[in-house]
């Protein structure tokens, strides 16, 4: 990496980091006047009232990275409406809590945003030889994309940090791999702008955090992370389409998890609970700054896999995403992430 590429880097990561810096203490400021306020209990496992907004500091700076690094397009002016209506009605929920459906379309209109006036479409994809073009069912696969990656971040934000860190191995990992293939375009200069956004937001929210993101930040930073992904999707390779799921896989695992778990309970996929990963985690006595940190460790292995695939080293990439797959595998079988194991042990005394 040249001189030139450095510097630019470091100012488009530096600028949104201290503006975010200056900009958190005033919307704390705000949170506690408006009332959008985390108040313990519940599934909440904070122990003092703690303000929410904190995804206001980080949507901020990203708009202020922009300014001074974007250019304008029609695909930026998608991205800017649908980050305003993510934001949105993140607000309106961490104020007066939105039911799920409410949320719901919210999220849908950004994606539809993004597909119908950005044109930002999973068309096509080619692997081992084959390629297949998705025609008309590009806009779903596209729109629950977007979706996807926008819930799988606001569940995993359940823990001082968790989001906001394991959003920022996703940025540093995909500008590392557009760095590699010497990209320098609007996926750049966004992966990076938000990097350094979110790491400012991270200086409040590590525990013991003093702001959260709240659904307004959770929602911003997985509807950026579904857009750098689909700015690199132009020529969908399996790679290209992998690599940015991989670098997710705790947040995606998760969500699978936590879908899966309540379908056997015949609970509603939207119902909140406390079998998430962070919790298992927690369950242990580990503490709350140790769970952040060991899943922040598994997330940066799985992006550390992904950079030596781009690099060419596949073997042993290959050897970390099997180490990491057994990981996964005994974490389900030791924990009720999936399955209650303690009902199933009754169950099994039963029967004998």
């Not at 200056?22 to 904070?46: Q, S, T």
């Not at 122990?47 to 001074?68: A, C, N, V």
């Not at 940090?161 to 200069?189: E, H, N, R």
């Not at 999707?233 to 790679?239: C, D, G, I, L």
Request: charged share 15%.
């Amino acid at each position: 990496m040249n001189q030139e590429l450095f510097l630019k880097i470091l100012a488009i990561v530096l600028v949104p980091f201290v503006f975010v810096l200056l900009i958190i203490p005033l919307i704390k400021k705000i949170a506690f006047k408006i009332n959008a306020v985390d108040v313990p209990g519940g599934r909440h496992i904070h122990k003092k009232p703690t303000p929410k907004l904190g995804g206001l500091g980080i949507f901020f700076g990203f708009l202020l990275g922009y300014m001074i690094f974007g250019t304008h397009s029609s695909i930026m002016n998608a991205v800017l409406i649908g980050s305003f209506i993510i934001i949105l009605i993140g607000v309106v929920d961490d104020i007066t809590e939105l039911g799920p459906l409410t949320q719901f379309i919210g999220q849908l209109i950004a994606a539809c945003v993004i597909v119908f006036y950005g044109g930002l479409l999973i068309k096509d994809l080619s692997a081992f030889g084959l390629y297949i073009n998705f025609s008309i069912l590009s806009y779903p696969i596209t729109i629950f994309f977007i979706l996807g990656c926008i819930n799988c971040i606001n569940l995993i934000d359940g823990l001082d940090g968790l989001s906001g860190g394991i959003s920022s191995i996703y940025y540093l990992t995909i500008g590392i791999i557009a760095i590699i293939q010497g990209k320098t375009g609007l996926d750049f200069v966004l992966t990076f702008t938000m990097l350094g956004a979110t790491l400012g937001f991270l200086i409040y929210n590590f525990n013991p955090a003093t702001i959260f993101a709240g659904d307004c930040g959770s929602n911003f930073m997985g509807f950026m992370i579904a857009v750098i992904a689909l700015l690199g999707f132009k020529n969908v390779t399996m790679t290209s389409f992998i690599i940015p799921l991989i670098i997710l896989a705790i947040p995606i695992l998760d969500t699978l998890f936590a879908i899966i778990r309540r379908f056997l309970k015949h609970e509603p996929l939207f119902k909140g609970d406390k079998f998430h990963i962070h919790h298992q985690l927690l369950n242990r006595n580990f503490s709350t700054k140790q769970t952040v940190i060991i899943i922040y460790i598994i997330d940066a292995l799985f992006a550390f896999a992904s950079i030596l695939y781009f690099l060419k080293d596949k073997e042993i990439s290959y050897v970390v995403y099997g180490i990491l797959l057994i990981l996964v595998i005994i974490i389900v079988l030791k924990t009720n992430i999936v399955f209650d194991r303690e009902l199933i042990k009754q169950k099994f005394k039963k029967e004998k």
